[in-house]
């Protein structure tokens, strides 16, 4: 064994700190009432985005419940998933992460049909990244 290194390291010291506080997070599976919707700030991410953000749990998904998806590849109609999730849940806040790709914008477009159609008023901001994690808008 190599010094200074232990045979057993903990998942923080292996993977660095999870935000990850709930369970499902696949748009498809989540339940459309579920308690830790209440007062929650939703954070609303394309699949692919945690793999081009090296700190994407830092920077995104504190503080926030994460709902994971991709418009192309899910086979759910998530403008309904949505607005089930906005209406029957006190919100405060949206933040939607997305790729600088044309499919990515299914997944915005998605969240703020919702938005202006769950009777509610509800802050809400987009930001977009490149394949390399960097922000390109919002």
Known sequence: MVKGCEKKRSAEAVCGRSHLKHWPIQIG??????????????????????YACADFHARYMKGKVTLIGCPKL???DSIDKFAAI????????????????????????AVITALQGCGKVIPWWSVTLSTRGEVVSG
């Open 29 to 50: 599976c989540v339940p459309p009432i579920a308690p830790f919707f209440e007062n929650a700030h939703l954070l609303v991410a394309a699949d692919c985005v945690a």
């Open 86 to 109: 906005l209406r029957n849940n006190s919100i405060k806040s949206v933040t939607i992460v997305r790729m600088d790709a044309s499919c990515c914008r299914g997944i915005v477009n």
């Open 74 to 76: 899910d086979s759910i």
